[in-house]
């Protein structure tokens, strides 16, 4: 899960670009290629999650999931 708390963070996975805006979140599949690029100051968290937490997300997903963003509370 990438959280951005101020700035706003560009999302790219495969040919897709997403925007991250600032106090939201976006939850990125364990395994999923992926790059987050920050220009100026981006005040950011990166959170890892154990794999077999989600035991739901299996592997054959990934290839069609994308990263979900939510408003973080």
């Not at 700035?7 to 990125?28: E, H, K, M, N, V």
């Not at 005040?43 to 937490?53: C, G, I, V, W």
Request: glycine share 6%; proline share 5%.
């Amino acid at each position: 899960m990438l959280y951005t708390r101020q700035g706003c963070t560009r999302l790219t996975y495969g040919d897709r670009i997403s925007l991250l805006p600032p106090a939201r979140a976006a939850w990125i599949p364990g395994g999923l290629r992926h790059r987050a690029q920050m220009r100026l100051a981006v005040d950011y968290r990166s959170l890892y999650f154990e794999a077999t937490l989600s035991p739901s997300c299996h592997s054959s997903q990934r290839s069609s999931a994308w990263v979900r963003c939510c408003r973080h509370c």
